[in-house]
Nanobody, 124 residues
């Protein structure tokens, strides 16, 4: 059974930091590119960051560049999202996702598996 379990969300003040974690199981992690998406109330789910399974290349949405860092630990089958200098507009449910193949993407339609999401709330 495929599982993606995200954790690390919470309430933080603007300017603060959070680190999201996602534990994967049930599929060959090394063959999958991992990504983080987010969905704010009333908005569509958007790609935040992605890390390639083959060479570790990364994608970041313009809105998070320089503030967020994605990383992965293939031995532990985990992917992380370090979020610094958080802003109220970062408030959303954050989803971990996986896609077969090495290409990074920002398109939710490209992802094969999804976690249930973890809520990040950034207060003023």
């Amino acid at each position: 059974e495929v599982q993606l379990v995200g954790s690390g969300g919470g309430l933080v003040q603007a300017g603060g930091s959070l680190k999201l974690s996602c534990t994967a199981s049930g599929f060959p992690f090394d063959d999958y590119t991992m990504g983080w998406f987010r969905q704010a109330p009333g908005k569509e789910r958007e790609g935040v960051s992605c890390i390639s399974s083959s060479d570790g290349s990364t994608y970041y949405a313009d809105s998070v560049k320089g503030r967020f860092t994605i990383s992965s630990d293939n031995a532990k089958k985990m992917v992380y999202l370090q979020m610094n200098s958080l802003k109220p507009e970062d408030t959303a449910v954050y989803y971990c996702a996986a896609k077969l193949g090495p290409e990074t993407t920002r398109w939710r339609g490209a992802m094969d598996y999804w976690g249930k999401g973890t809520l990040v709330t950034v207060s003023e």
